[in-house]
Each structure stands twice: as C-alpha cells, then as structure tokens.
C-alpha cells in the first residue's frame, strides 16, 4: 500500500480535491500522519470537526512561504500539491498575484521538498495548461515545468517529482455546474457558446488516479487520464433542461475546446489501458523506464472534441 505508515502533506488541503483525498486516505489506507496545509482557519476548522481523526495535522501557511513550508514539510514522505489560484478571472485581474502563487509557490515547494529529503512530490495540474490562452494556464504551464525538471535538482537526494493533468472536477468548488443550478431557479441558463466541449472527472476517479500516480511515478512524468468528454450544450441539458439559453460569447481567455495531450507531447507519450504518460525528455531517462506501453501515431492529439470516449446526459445525471 502507497501511504500505509507514511506521513502525508497535501497543500491546499482544504479544497474539494484535498478534503477528498484526505477522507479516501483515511478510509483505505493507514497512513502515521497526514498533514493539511492551506491558508483558510474557519476551512480548517469544519475539516477538523467533520472527520475527527487524531491522524489528521493542521498547517495554517502559505506556499508563498518557504520557512513555514519547511517547518510543515519536516519529517514528511509524500507530498500532494493542489494549492493554486485557478479561478481564471482572478488570476487575470490579479496577475502578480497567480504569478506568486502557482510559480514561486512551485519553486519553494521543489526546494523545500529537497531540502527535507521527501520521497515523492506529485502536484496536480490542469488541461488549462496545455497551449495556454490564459493567466491561470500560462502559470500552470510553468509550474509543470518546474516541477518536472526538479527532478534534475535532486541530484543523489531521494526526491522525485511528477505530474497529474486532468480537466474539469464534476463537483468542484468553482464548477459550471452549481452556477447552472443556480440560474436554473431564473429559468435561463447563461452559455458562452453553443460548441464548447470539456474534459470531465469525477472527484472520486481523481483521488484513485491521484493514489496510483503515486504508486507508479518514477520521477519526470505526466500521467494524463482516460476520461470523457461532454458537450457543454448537453450539460445544460442534463442540469437545467426546461430553462432558455441564453449563449453569451467566448470570454477572454477561454477556448472552445480543451486539450489534454499535443501532437508534440504525443511524440514521447505512451499509452497505457487507463491513461497516457508524458515521458521527460532528459537526456539520462533512456527508454526502458515504463514497460508495457505503446507509442502513439504520428499526428496524434488527445482533445475534448477528437474524444473517444463522451459522457451521456443520461450519465451525467446519474453522476450529480
């Protein structure tokens, strides 16, 4: 088992993703510690009422800040990075802001976690990343970066950093879909555009993807996740069937469609059963690292609109 015995830190821990990684972890595994670092008290606070486990440590800091990451980091083995600025309006209206955070945040991380000697650093990345169009993408795009050369900062040292890229979280704080639930009560539903497609997953199959990320990384990956597509249009169908539409343009920084995976990632990708693995182009990586894999053709991309697999409103439905 990944955490069984092992301390745990998760940064943004009080987040959607963090507070159900964190009830996952608890109830499958048996970890000595796992460590919440996050900004909020009051989210704290309810986490620590809610779950009311002795195993559960709260962290009040800021990635922003090094020294207090370090004193958090002491004595850890595994780090899951999920803090970020990712509402995209606010990153573009507060620039500086979503460059401290999502950037030199990533960069204090990677050095503490060196420094303290932790095993394995996952962090969680976006399909916003992916030929970026806006702020909140641009830093998430570095951040990745970073993070993937880390690994060759780590010299003799036992830390190894990888990466997770997904699309949208059904149910997140922030999602399309309270909003949708919301404007339903009005009887129009705002849409910014008829054709907009999106990568979906679900919190639970991002907390197993996340576990066995971890399990696997080597050190210099991406794991990209076999997940479905969906329509926006259906989503509003699904969610507020009866209600008007109410198509409003594409915002600044917004694309129609997401990507997940370029033709130029594809080129030192494998495809495995449940996901595609981004292998970084180090020069000491060699190509023996992941068995069982294949290479993907010439030309090939993996997009919310080439999409194999798309989710029903039917399954949609059943899913919220």
């Not at 997401?258 to 595609?276: G, I, P």
Request: hydrophobic letters at 40%; one cysteine or more; a neutral charge.
């Amino acid at each position: 088992m990944p955490f069984d015995g092992k301390t745990i830190l998760i940064t943004g821990g009080t987040g959607s993703f963090g507070q159900h990684f964190v009830k996952a972890t608890l109830a499958r595994y048996r970890p000595k510690a796992i460590r919440i670092f996050s900004r909020d008290e009051l989210k704290q606070h309810e986490m620590r009422e809610a779950l009311q486990d002795d195993r559960l440590r709260f962290f009040i800091g800021d990635i922003r800040d090094k020294e207090r990451l370090s004193r958090a980091l002491r004595g850890t083995h595994i780090v899951v990075h999920a803090a970020a600025l990712k509402q995209i309006p606010a990153c573009e209206y507060n620039p500086f802001e979503a460059v401290q955070t999502n950037i030199l945040g990533a960069q204090n991380l990677i050095n503490a976690t060196i420094d303290e000697g932790i095993e394995r650093v996952l962090a969680l990345s976006t399909d916003k990343a992916v030929n970026p169009v806006n702020l909140y993408g641009a830093t998430k795009l570095c951040a990745d970066k970073l993070f993937i050369q880390g690994n060759s900062y780590t010299g003799a040292g036992p830390t190894k950093f990888a990466c997770v890229r997904y699309g949208n979280v059904l149910g997140s704080r922030g999602s399309v879909i309270p909003l949708f639930r919301e404007q339903r009560k009005s009887g129009i539903v705002t849409m910014t555009d008829r054709r907009m497609t999106r990568f979906w997953i679900t919190l639970n199959q991002a907390v197993d993807f996340v576990t066995h990320s971890i399990e696997r990384m080597q050190g210099g990956e991406i794991f990209v996740p076999k997940i479905p597509s969906m329509a926006l249009l259906d989503l509003v169908q699904a969610i507020a069937p009866d209600c008007q539409i109410r198509e409003t343009g594409i915002r600044p920084g917004e694309k129609l469609h997401e990507v997940l995976l370029t033709e130029d990632d594809a080129r030192h990708t494998l495809e495995f059963d449940d996901c595609f693995l981004i292998e970084p182009e180090f020069p000491w990586w060699g190509g023996s690292r992941w068995m069982g894999g294949k290479p993907l053709p010439e030309g090939f991309s993996y997009r919310s609109d080439n999409n194999t697999q798309w989710l029903t409103i039917e399954a949609l439905v059943r899913l919220i």
